[in-house]
């Protein structure tokens, strides 16, 4: 179905800010949308989570830093990270799926390939 692509990430010094693009194959309007992230030995973890309606939730660690959104009219779903530490270094992903999971803790249908992020102190 629908294809995704992530953009956005690089390397930054800790308080910076990225932000992360998602762009879509084809309408993300009645998608629920997620980011990912996962940081080398550890487990694959929940970012960020919108629902169709404008739902959103975060993991306690980027509440109040990170914000998720999303353009439809562009296709594109967007993480705008801000005051970065380095413990945010990781792969991120974006996933969709038909809301599935928005409330449990199984993982997406649909994937992207990720994007870097690298946070130096």
């Known amino acids: 179905q629908v294809q995704l692509v992530e953009s956005g990430g690089g390397s930054v010094q800790a308080g910076g800010s990225l932000r992360l693009s998602c762009a879509a194959s084809?309408?993300?309007?009645?998608?629920?949308m997620y980011w990912f992230r996962q940081a080398p030995g550890k487990e694959r973890e929940r970012v960020a989570a919108l629902g169709t309606t404008g739902s959103t939730r975060y993991i306690d660690s980027v509440k109040g830093r990170f914000t998720i959104s999303k353009d439809n009219a562009k296709n594109t779903l967007y993480l705008q990270m801000n005051s970065l530490k380095p413990e945010d270094t990781a792969m991120y992903y974006c996933?969709?799926?038909?809301?599935?999971?928005?409330?449990?803790?199984?993982?997406?249908?649909?994937w992207g390939l990720g994007t870097q992020v690298t946070v130096s102190s």
């Open positions: 084809a309408t993300i309007r009645n998608y629920c």
């Open positions: 996933a969709a799926d038909s809301c599935r999971t928005f409330y449990t803790s199984a993982y997406p249908d649909i």
